[in-house]
């Protein structure tokens, strides 16, 4: 397990209800020369679904869970039957349910993304400046970064346009 004092204390604090202090691409810049080859791969390749790295295996458990209930309450919602079986946990349907009952798209998105960032605070526990802590943080970072793909001004203007098409295809009928 490798210690990246310098680097972890160099890097901004990252918040689930803040913006994105930095990109991941700047990230991979300050990781580059202060992390082994392997490790700088892995982070290069990083996605929210990868399952190789420090902590990233205990994320994919967990994010699978997360996804496998969100399917399930969105079929169940939609009065589809779910026929994957899986391992529910109490508190993750319920964080989906508030999720799914929120007033709009992006305050669900919020509302799940609070509570991953808890689920990574859990899974890095006492590490300190190692591996674990720099990998939980590319996570976070990778979350934020679908985060600021929500876009309200933009997602307003598809919706009234799309809204808008389909208004005049009733009226042309």
């Given at each position: 397990?490798?210690?990246?004092?310098?680097?972890?204390?160099?890097?901004?604090?990252?918040?689930?209800?803040?913006?994105?202090?930095?990109?991941?691409?700047?990230?991979?810049?300050?990781?580059?020369?202060?992390?082994?080859?392997?490790?700088?791969?892995?982070?290069?390749?990083?996605?929210?679904?990868?399952?190789?790295?420090?902590?990233?295996?205990?994320?994919?458990?967990?994010?699978?869970?997360?996804?496998?209930?969100?399917?399930?309450?969105?079929?169940?919602?939609?009065?589809?039957?779910?026929?994957?079986?899986?391992?529910?946990?109490?508190?993750?349907?319920?964080?989906?349910?508030?999720?799914?009952?929120?007033?709009?798209?992006?305050?669900?998105?919020?509302?799940?993304?609070?509570?991953?960032?808890?689920?990574?605070?859990?899974?890095?526990?006492?590490?300190?400046?190692?591996?674990?802590?720099?990998?939980?943080?590319?996570?976070?970072?990778?979350?934020?970064?679908?985060?600021?793909?929500?876009?309200?001004?933009?997602?307003?203007?598809?919706f009234k346009s799309l809204f808008d098409g389909i208004q005049q295809?009733?009226?042309?009928?």
């Amino acid at each position: 397990m490798a210690s990246y004092y310098y680097l972890i204390a160099s890097l901004p604090e990252l918040r689930a209800d803040g913006d994105m202090p930095i990109t991941y691409s700047e990230f991979l810049s300050c990781c580059q020369s202060n992390v082994s080859e392997k490790d700088y791969q892995i982070l290069k390749n990083l996605t929210l679904s990868s399952t190789e790295g420090p902590l990233v295996n205990e994320w994919a458990q967990f994010y699978g869970m997360l996804k496998k209930e969100l399917n399930y309450q969105r079929s169940m919602n939609l009065g589809k039957s779910y026929s994957t079986a899986y391992d529910k946990d109490g508190l993750i349907s319920q964080v989906v349910a508030s999720a799914l009952s929120a007033k709009n798209p992006l305050e669900a998105e919020k509302l799940l993304l609070e509570y991953e960032f808890e689920n990574l605070d859990s899974l890095v526990g006492l590490h300190m400046f190692d591996d674990y802590v720099l990998f939980g943080y590319a996570i976070k970072l990778k979350l934020l970064e679908r985060l600021n793909c929500f876009e309200q001004t933009k997602g307003k203007a598809e919706f009234k346009s799309l809204f808008d098409g389909i208004q005049q295809r009733v009226y042309s009928l």
